[in-house]
T-cell receptor, first 115, second 113 residues
């Protein structure tokens, strides 16, 4: 079956611009997670949704970052006034439900480069 | 705050050598532990996970990991590596009533044919 998909796969933007990154989870998965991976680092948690609501957004670095999941399926991560430090791979994952023992299935990521 | 340490950042082995990658975490409560692998050009895939029961966990492709609670460790092992095991390996932990992974920085494994 189809896995987690993310679009675009690569995004180049200029400092100060607005970007949207999209994640399409595995069908039927109610939990969706966003992580950010900088070069040489492991993925860092940003936010996760259970259904339509953000259950934990403690990893969002500041108020330039925002994510939505209006219908409980596709999610969009939005970054305003991008900065060069936002350059990273943004990973999305989904799981059947939110739970400690649940496996999270990762997408291929969106590589964001802010010039 | 929880953290995960992977002490080996780069490992180079010859085929058929044995592998052990270290993972230590810093959380005293109940944890769930995972190892993920990222092959070149591919996305993160689950190798194995532990959340209860037998502390020796077997995963895909001949990998196993042992949870040692007293040492806060969850080391990954494979008795005989293959060239196709060349990849980056990440240890992750979930605990404290949260459902977000805390990842280590990863270990890049290169297996020489």
């Amino acid at each position: 079956g189809a896995g987690v998909s993310q679009t675009p796969s690569n995004k180049v933007t200029e400092k100060g611009k607005y970007v949207e990154l999209r994640c399409d989870p595995i069908s039927g998965h109610t939990a969706l997670y966003w992580y950010r991976q900088s070069l040489g680092q492991g993925p860092e948690f940003l936010i996760y949704f259970q259904g339509t609501g953000a259950a934990d957004d403690s990893g969002l670095p500041n108020d330039r970052f925002f994510a939505v999941r209006p219908e409980g399926s596709v999610s969009t991560l939005k970054i305003q006034r991008t900065e060069r430090g936002d350059s990273a791979v943004y990973l999305c994952a989904s799981s059947l439900m939110a739970g400690g023992g649940e496996t999270q299935y990762f997408g291929p990521g969106t590589r964001l480069l802010v010039l | 705050a929880q953290s995960v340490s992977q002490h080996n950042h780069h490992v180079i082995l010859s085929e058929a050598a044995s592998l052990e990658l270290g993972c230590n975490y810093s959380y005293g409560g109940t944890v769930n532990l995972f190892w993920y692998v990222q092959y070149p050009g591919q996305h993160l895939q689950l190798l194995l996970k532990y959340f209860s029961g037998d502390p020796l966990v077997k995963g895909i492709k001949g990998f196993e990991a042992e949870f040692i609670k007293s040492k806060f460790s969850f080391n990954l092992r494979k008795p005989s590596v293959q060239w196709s095991d060349t990849a980056e390996y990440f240890c992750a932990v979930i605990g404290g009533g949260t459902y977000k992974y805390i990842f280590g920085t990863g270990t890049r494994l290169k297996v020489l044919a």
